[in-house]
């Protein structure tokens, strides 16, 4: 595991609100996405075990949303999660395991635009509606991001987004028409923010391991697995 690549995706990823415990970082977001909307277990919270947990379910309470914590597979705080009594959220709508993946920066070309604000079509295709306060914030805040349109005949068919934090390119809602599927422009999209980004170290990004189209497309393009988390609950 690299722990820099996991302080990126969350660092590229930033919820409405956020608290820091320690080194966790506790999160909600109206319930916009797990990454948002979940304690980030990463080093020491600086209190007991169960003082710590307790204060991700109060944060949680008072933001309205259900407490959860995101955590790294294999790491020492699944062990003591799962003896406080919590355990994985098979049941999590986007798959209870996600794989965080990274290759060498690429130069990419301009194949699609990429702007500093996203547009009402932007958001119909990558989220299938108009955002939410907390949608929009989240998508919308960082150090620096951007956000790739492709079009074919004057129609916007597919959307990505990027973020650069730390050197890293952070790439996420790669979302392609289902009629335009299967035609190059996931890859388009992406060539784009390359391009858009480049000088990075390198690229990031956070894939649920059954999304078996997405990781074939990432594994051929060079991506490597760095580690997995999977969202934890008290039960």
């Known amino acids: 595991m690299h722990p820099h690549l996991d302080k990126a995706c969350a660092d ?9 415990l320690g080194s966790w970082r506790l999160r909600a977001s109206g319930g916009y996405t797990g990454r948002a909307n979940s304690a980030w277990v990463n080093g020491d919270p600086g209190v007991p075990v169960a003082e710590a947990l307790s ?3 109060g944060f949680a309470a008072a933001h ?11 790491s020492r705080w699944e062990a003591e999660l799962a003896r406080a009594g919590w355990a994985v959220n098979l049941a999590h709508p986007r ?17 699609a635009e990429v702007a500093d604000s996203p547009s009402t079509e932007w958001w119909t295709v990558a989220l299938g509606a108009a955002p939410s306060p907390a949608a929009h914030h989240v998508v919308t805040t960082g150090s620096r991001v951007g956000f790739a349109s492709a079009h074919r005949d004057g129609v916007l068919v597919g959307t990505a987004r990027g973020c ?4 890293w390119l952070h790439l996420s809602m790669v979302e392609v028409l289902p009629t335009h599927r299967r035609q190059g422009i996931a890859l388009e999209l992406l060539s784009a923010l390359d391009h858009w980004a480049r000088g990075v170290r390198g690229r990031v990004l956070q ?13 051929h393009q060079g991506y490597r697995e760095s580690h997995r988390y999977r969202y934890w609950m008290p039960t």
């Open 64 to 74: 309205g949303i259900r407490p959860y914590a995101q955590v790294v597979v294999g």
């Open 95 to 111: 798959g209870a395991e996600s794989a965080v993946m990274h290759n060498s920066p690429g130069h990419g070309a301009p194949t």
């Open 12 to 20: 590229a990823w930033q919820a409405q609100h956020t608290r820091p």
């Open 55 to 57: 204060q991700v379910e």
């Open 207 to 219: 894939v649920a391991v059954h999304n078996s189209p997405a990781l074939t497309l990432y594994t």
């Open 164 to 167: 650069v934090v730390d050197d």
